[in-house]
């Protein structure tokens, strides 16, 4: 017995020995908390009391399974996003094969809420004038006088409107006065300063020439689709720097194209310095107007590879947003559509391939019809995600809504069942609109749904990064007069390239007017900064062919760059 306790404690004293020749194992600590997308129904809270109408008892044609769209913009320089919101209406009981029996009183309208600054909105519909008697579709805005105040652009069927800024509230319709006259059902449009005279154009997309009373089609379809009616062709003003405009869409080049137009959006996606303009067409190939410096452009969208889908189809293409997705410094194009959705990377020579399949953004998308959606970084982590809202194409079928949350190497993670209830409230999606409404850092977002009540969805993101916004004002002035000589940009800034260096990262981002499906965002350009809390470098190339540049910038704030003079 004592022998066998010696060699048991031998044995002990020998594993003791070994035990204190091995490494100590480190304490596990805990480990960095990862950002997190969260967004919630703010909707009531905020007082936003909106239901869009397509203007008849039943979904029953083109015109009213369109919907439409919404806008952030700044209308009284509060330092506040404002919401405007455009809706149909009941129209003529011939336009309808479903037409009311009883007639809302009053008819819907648009609806302009303005931003109180404390998560809380005011409805100034009536006193600022923006509630026009016409089917509205989209809208866009851009201050096209450079006089320090936004104007407002609301397009439709049979009717577009462009309303001055009156500085007090007041907007007045200018349409005749300015010499904006487009036909037939205008939809998308966007704001560009194409041949850079330091004031912002006009181009106006046009959808189909839609006949009411068409009614031929296959009972199994619901009613006609856009190819049952002919196409239209665009429309391109130029900007006369007088308060006016004068119709050049022949001269440009951009008449010769005749499309289904849904979508547009412009960028410089070739770095030369001039803003390009690409149009999402529905069942019709895609157009991309590349600007060639002289006031015309060159439809390159087959060339490009911009043109069809990923099988060579005609796609019906929705929302397109030009954003540098790749991280390169280059802008990377992203379309919505009725199949795969299109994440096209810039191949940097004139052309892009598409690399939704890759990301694994498309296999998931290919269950859904996609209208709305914003490219951002939700999170402030440093790389840019991807919102897309969903509905039924030709029947009012809800459906969940998408959240791609954007790894920094160039993929993205599904995310959508763990941002919130309130992206997997299934409604019929159409426009969407971006903004950080409350300025706290993160961009929130509000959804018009078809023939239902609209959605304003929080950020309620949680661990999220630091992040800086910029606002931009041109040079010019009202009154200045407008030349590619002149040293001046645009009072918006529209077509500047900002490029931001934080924390070893670039981030480039331009400035433009209309974006995702007949929508546009709040014109401050937001950039996540993940862990870093200083801006090292911040360039803006602006539009006037200067270059200014910033250093050491403290991050988690809004900044107004001024264009020097």
């Keep these: 017995m004592q022998s066998h306790k010696l060699i048991v404690a031998s044995l002990f004293a020998l594993c003791g020995a070994l035990a204190a020749q091995q490494p100590t194992t480190p304490v596990a ?27 008849s008892a039943k979904l029953g044609s083109l015109l009213e399974g369109t919907g439409g769209g919404c806008i952030w ?100 319709d200018v349409t005749a006065k300015a010499g904006i006259k487009v036909d037939g059902w205008a939809i998308s449009s966007t704001w560009l300063d194409y041949d850079k005279d330091g004031c912002v154009d006009l181009f106006v997309g046009r959808y189909v020439k839609f006949d009411p009373k068409y009614r031929n089609f296959y009972a199994a379809d619901n009613y006609p689709g856009p190819l049952d009616y002919e196409g239209e062709t665009n429309k391109l003003f130029h900007n006369n720097c007088d308060g006016t405009f004068t119709d050049v869409t022949e001269k440009s080049g951009i008449n010769a194209y005749i499309g289904r137009t849904m979508g547009v959006t412009v960028g410089d996606f070739d770095n030369d310095g001039w803003d390009d303009i690409y149009v999402a067409n529905d069942r019709t190939e895609n157009f991309l107007f590349h600007n060639k410096h002289d006031g015309t452009f060159e439809e390159i969208g087959n060339e490009s590879g911009t043109a069809f889908g990923q099988n060579g189809e005609s796609t019906s293409s929705m929302g397109p947003v030009f954003a540098d997705l790749t991280g390169r410094g ?13 994440l096209l990377r810039n191949t940097t020579k004139m052309g892009f391939e598409d690399i939704g399949a890759d990301t694994g953004v498309s296999q998931v998308n290919a269950q859904y019809v996609s209208w709305g959606t914003g490219v951002y970084d939700f999170d402030n982590d440093g790389a840019l995600d991807i919102l897309i809202y969903h509905g039924g194409l030709i029947h009012l079928i809800p459906q969940e809504h998408t959240l791609f949350r954007g790894t920094g190497d160039g993929h993205f993670k599904d995310v959508s069942r763990d941002a919130g209830p309130v992206l997997s409230e299934r409604t019929t999606a159409r426009g969407a609109c971006f903004a950080d409404y409350d300025n706290d850092g993160k961009v929130d977002s509000y959804l018009v749904n078809l023939g239902a009540r609209g959605t304003l969805l929080h950020n309620s993101s949680t661990n999220t990064g630091h992040w800086i916004a910029v606002k931009l004002v041109g040079a010019m002035k009202a009154g200045d007069k407008g030349s590619a000589s002149s040293g001046k940009s645009n009072r918006d800034g529209i077509g500047a390239r900002v490029e931001v260096v934080a924390g070893g990262k670039r981030h480039t981002a331009e400035h433009v007017a209309g974006t995702g499906y007949l929508s546009q965002d709040d014109n401050r350009m937001h950039f996540g900064l993940g862990d870093a809390t200083t801006v090292e470098k911040l360039t803006i190339h602006w539009p006037s062919g200067k270059t200014q540049e910033l250093t050491n910038q403290a991050a988690d704030r809004v900044i107004t760059v001024e264009e020097p003079r």
Excluded at 132 to 155: H, I, K, R
Excluded at 330 to 342: A, F, I, Q
């Design 29 to 55: 600590q805990p480990a960095t908390k990862q950002p997190v997308i969260k967004f919630e129904d703010a909707t009531e809270s905020a007082h936003i009391h909106f239901t869009h109408s397509f203007g």
């Design 330 to 342: 280059w802008l990377d194009l992203w379309v919505t559509d009725g199949h795969y959705n299109r």
């Design 73 to 172: 913009f700044d209308y009284n320089n509060s330092g506040l996003p404002s919401l405007y919101v455009v809706t149909g209406k009941p129209l003529d009981d011939s336009m309808h094969p479903f037409p009311l029996q009883v007639k809302p009183d009053p008819a819907p309208h648009n609806h302009l809420y303005r931003n109180d600054g404390n998560g809380h909105f005011t409805d100034v519909t009536k006193q600022s004038g923006l509630d026009p008697d016409m089917y509205a579709v989209a809208v866009t805005a851009a201050d096209f006088d450079n006089d320090g105040y936004v104007d407002l652009l609301v397009t439709g069927y049979g009717k577009t409107i462009l309303y001055h800024n009156d500085g007090n509230g007041h907007f007045t």
